[in-house]
T-cell receptor, first 114, second 107 residues
Framework: DAGVIQSPRHEVTEMGQEVTLRCKPI?????LFWYRQTMMRGLELLIY????????DSGMPEDRFSAKMPNASFSTLKIQPSEPRDSAVYFC????????????FGPGTRLTVL | GQSLEQPSEVTAVEGAIVQINCTYQ??????LSWYQQHDGGAPTFLSY????GLEETGRFSSFLSRSDSYGYLLLQELQMKDSASYFC????????FGAGTRLTVKP
């Protein structure tokens, strides 16, 4: 298996622009997680899905952030409009039902908002 | 809510043993996981404790005491490549991470 796939790997954009991050989880994994990592705040859980349904989005910073999972093999995290404080590395992770111990992380998307 | 506490930095020399502690407060708890992250990389799974006691995986061991809300990661025979950040994480239906401990291994 190719593992969790994220795109793009790097994104540089200007304040006010819309940003869309993409994730393809490992096939057969029922859980999908979006994390944001910064030096100041560490690794924060933004939202997670189970069987394509959002379960907990309490970590989403504000209404500018939205996430969707239209099917079992694809999820997006959208920021509109983006702000410089959104600059971070965004990770997607997945795990199977019953595989409670191991989450598999994608390589991350490094977002820079100028 | 949830909180996890772990030291921010640890330094050790090659061949030594280092222990990274983690204390947690959480309303729900299945187990404690440990992840390693090298600079510029993604977190990768190291170890998991669902029950009290010690789990050993090669040079790495992890311990959990549910009654004390405490766990640790033990790294033995340290190598330069072990220089990385190490995160404890509480597993509930989701997974929440501590702030990470940056381990520096010196020759």
């Amino acid at each position: 298996d190719a593992g969790v796939i994220q795109s793009p790997r790097h994104e540089v954009t200007e304040m006010g622009q819309e940003v869309t991050l993409r994730c393809k989880p490992i096939s057969g994994h029922d859980y999908l997680f979006w994390y944001r990592q910064t030096m100041m705040r560490g690794l924060e859980l933004l939202i997670y899905f189970n069987n394509n349904v959002p379960i907990d989005d309490s970590g989403m910073p504000e209404d500018r952030f939205s996430a969707k999972m239209p099917n079992a093999s694809f999820s997006t995290l959208k920021i509109q409009p983006s702000e410089p404080r959104d600059s971070a590395v965004y990770f997607c992770a997945s795990r199977p039902t019953g595989g409670t111990d191991t989450q598999y992380f994608g390589p991350g998307t490094r977002l820079t908002v100028l | 809510g949830q909180s996890l506490e772990q030291p921010s930095e640890v330094t050790a020399v090659e061949g030594a043993i280092v222990q990274i502690n983690c204390t947690y407060q959480t309303s729900g708890f299945y187990g404690l996981s440990w992840y390693q992250q090298h600079d510029g990389g993604a977190p990768t799974f190291l170890s998991y404790n669902g029950l009290d006691g010690l789990e050993e995986t090669g040079r790495f061991s992890s311990f959990l005491s549910r009654s004390d809300s405490y766990g640790y990661l033990l790294l033995q025979e340290l190598q330069m490549k072990d220089s990385a950040s190490y995160f404890c994480a509480v597993l509930n239906n989701d997974m929440r991470f501590g702030a990470g401990t940056r381990l520096t291994v010196k020759p």
